[in-house]
């Protein structure tokens, strides 16, 4: 497993080893880079420089081995050449399943930028992400981090249910994707969209090629050279990477912000 240590993010570049247990979640969706903030961790204490400390959130990076990128390589010559190019591309995940849909419920439908400073008060103001502690906040504090009202209403009667033991997120590694899917939507607040970053970016499911995904789209499109992309080239595209087709996401990605 991969994991950072004494890890420095400044402007575009991050700098640190990979043996630590605990990294500040700056950005799960897209690239660390994008933030241009400064911050480190050191002895698993996240601080982030000239505001005190806030909530450490344990991360990992995505496992995925030289199989993958065999196979990719030798199924698509483009995307093969890219790699060679970029070397092997780290994908930043939450194990934790609850703090993952958190995020992922926060991410939606808002800037890069924004999803940042949302998760960074919410670390600070609300303390532990988990659903014991959400279940407890009133949706007004939690709205005040920054979230729409709808946003904020929906993580905290996620966390009501789980904390209830109405949804058992532990039962969902037993589960196909498809029925992790269907699963996750039964949740207030829940699309198809978040349920597959949830397979991806903290189940580690290794087949994940989302539609609705505006940055692996436009990974294709600067990829292939195409001005649009619909959805059955989409769909040619995804069946070509299975059964690696999460490590042909996390290479899109990256892609995407060049």
């Known amino acids: 497993m991969g994991y950072a240590d004494e890890v420095f993010v400044y402007g575009n570049r991050l700098f640190g080893g990979k043996r630590a247990r605990t990294f500040v979640m700056l950005l799960l969706y897209s690239e660390i880079r994008t933030y241009g903030i400064l911050c480190c961790i050191v002895r698993g204490e996240a601080i982030k420089l000239g505001e005190g400390r806030m909530a450490t959130i344990t ?34 995940i939450i194990p934790d399943l609850f703090t993952a849909l958190i995020y992922a ?97 903290t189940m580690e499911r290794p087949d994940i090629v989302s539609w609705g995904d505006i940055a692996i789209r436009r990974g294709m499109m600067k990829l292939y050279g195409l001005p649009a992309i619909t959805k059955k080239q989409f769909d040619e595209y995804r069946r070509r990477y299975s059964p690696f087709g999460s490590v042909a996401s996390i290479y899109l990605w990256e892609i995407s912000f060049e």
């Not at 390589?73 to 780290?90: F, I, N, Q, Y």
């Open 59 to 92: 991360t990992k990076y995505f496992e995925y081995g030289q199989e993958a990128l065999d196979y990719l390589k030798s199924v698509d010559e483009t995307l093969g050449a890219a790699m060679e190019r970029m070397g092997r591309v780290e994908r930043v």
């Open 105 to 201: 419920i926060v991410s939606q439908l808002i800037s890069v930028k924004a999803v940042h400073t949302i998760w960074e008060r919410m670390q600070i103001q609300l303390g532990d992400i988990s659903p014991a502690n959400l279940a407890v906040q009133p949706a007004d504090t939690i709205q005040r981090c920054g979230m729409t009202m709808r946003k904020a209403v929906c993580i905290q009667r996620i966390a009501g249910t789980i904390a209830h033991g109405a949804f058992r997120l532990e039962e969902l590694s037993s589960l196909t994707d498809a029925e992790v899917i269907t699963k996750l939507m039964t949740l207030d607040g829940i699309g198809r969209w978040t349920a597959e970053m949830m397979l991806i970016n």
